[in-house]
C-alpha cells in the first residue's frame, strides 16, 4: 500500500524528518547507551541501530509514519526520535 509520509510540521525549537543511514552513528549513540535504553532489554549495538533505521523507512513505506529524527532548528544538532509504530 502506498501511503503520504510527511514529517510532523516543525515547531519554533525542533525540525523532524526521516532517518537515513547517514544517521547511523548518531543513532547508535542514542540506542547504545544505557541511561537511554534502561527500558530495554539492553542497549542496542551499531548493527541493531541500522537495523532500526532500515526498520523505521519499511515502516514510512507501509504505515506512511514511523519515529522521526528530531534536530534543533537553529543548529541541526541531532536531539533524538520520536514518533509513532505499529
Not at 526498520?55 to 532548528?73: A, C, D, F, I, M
Request: net charge neutral; aromatic share 8%.
Amino acid at each position: 500500500m502506498n501511503r503520504h509520509h510527511r514529517a510532523p510540521t516543525p515547531t519554533p525549537r525542533l525540525a523532524f524528518r526521516q532517518m537515513t543511514p547517514d544517521d547511523l552513528d548518531d543513532m547508535a549513540a542514542l540506542l547504545g547507551d544505557p541511561n537511554v535504553m534502561r527500558h530495554y532489554t539492553r542497549p542496542k549495538t551499531r548493527e541493531e541501530a541500522l537495523a532500526w533505521i532500515d526498520w523505521n523507512q519499511r515502516l514510512y513505506r507501509q504505515e506512511g509514519h514511523g519515529l522521526w529524527l528530531v534536530t534543533l532548528r537553529t543548529t541541526s544538532e541531532f536531539v533524538g526520535d520520536c514518533g509513532l509504530t505499529p
